[in-house]
């Protein structure tokens, strides 16, 4: 939801792959930003992270396009029906960011 404050934990959400993917890219918004820290999420495959630097939101920002450190993708072949969840890390210190959502970027692998 937009207004609750986002909580840390494993598989916040979970989805199945609808077609085989290769991930060139990913993004995570929110509609309040944290501060004291920033929102930290992990996006995982099976079970394994697809994710070699976490995707951050800094504080005080309302996007990961301005991240100090950009997200680095380890496994950008995403499998067709994969179970893909996403981990909520980090949410601030002082105040959790609120109204997360994560944007998968990238094109259809055709076998």
Not at 6 to 20: E, I, N, R, S
């Amino acid at each position: 939801d937009e207004t609750t404050n986002l909580t840390t934990g494993t598989a916040k959400v979970t989805f199945h792959m609808p077609f085989a993917m290769t991930l060139t890219g990913v993004k995570a918004t929110c509609t309040t930003a944290p501060t004291g820290a920033t929102l930290t999420v992990d996006i995982n495959e099976g079970g394994s992270t697809i994710l070699s630097t976490k995707l951050t939101i800094d504080a005080s920002e309302l996007s990961s396009s301005s991240a100090a450190t950009a997200a680095v993708i380890s496994d950008a072949s995403l499998a067709n029906d994969a179970v893909i969840t996403v981990d909520i890390d980090q949410i601030g210190s002082s105040n959790a960011g609120k109204g997360l959502k994560v944007w998968l970027y990238g094109y259809r692998a055709w076998l």
